[in-house]
């Protein structure tokens, strides 16, 4: 069992403005985490849960949705058990819950249709809100 918490930085607890930068945390315990690809989500009001980044147990493959391309970098650090996600340029839009998720095994993240799907995954947390405002 792999356990996931979710944890949004900045000063205001993942409250920020439009352009503004903000580093997501999702700290793990349980079994050996660099077994595990690590993914991010994130849900809008209203909306369908979207693939945001995905980072292989090793960190050496990383994944992003178009969208996030050049502003979003995922990265990981094994030995505190804990993935980030560093947004950059933050956009209104992109107020949404973000939700990390993690999968055993290596290669399966490589299909996109894979990655992109929130079934694919075996463990979630439960989520932290974002609200950029402008």
């Known amino acids: 069992q792999v356990q996931l918490v979710e944890s949004g930085g900045g000063s205001e607890g993942g409250l920020v403005q439009t352009g503004d930068s903000l580093k997501l945390s999702c700290a793990a315990s349980g079994r050996t985490f660099s077994n595990y690809a690590v993914g991010w989500f994130r849900q809008a009001p209203g909306k369908e849960r979207e693939f945001v980044s995905i980072?292989?147990?090793?960190?050496?493959?990383?994944f992003y949705a178009d969208s996030v391309k050049r502003r979003f970098t995922t990265s990981r650090d094994n030995g505190k058990n804990t993935v980030y996600l560093q947004m950059n340029s933050l956009e209104p839009e992109e107020t949404a819950v973000y939700y990390c998720a993690a999968r055993a095994g290596t290669g399966w993240y490589l299909s996109s249709r894979n990655r992109k799907s929130w079934d694919s995954y075996e463990y979630w947390g439960q989520g932290t809100q974002v609200t950029v405002f402008s």
């Open positions: 980072i292989s147990g090793t960190g050496g493959s990383t």
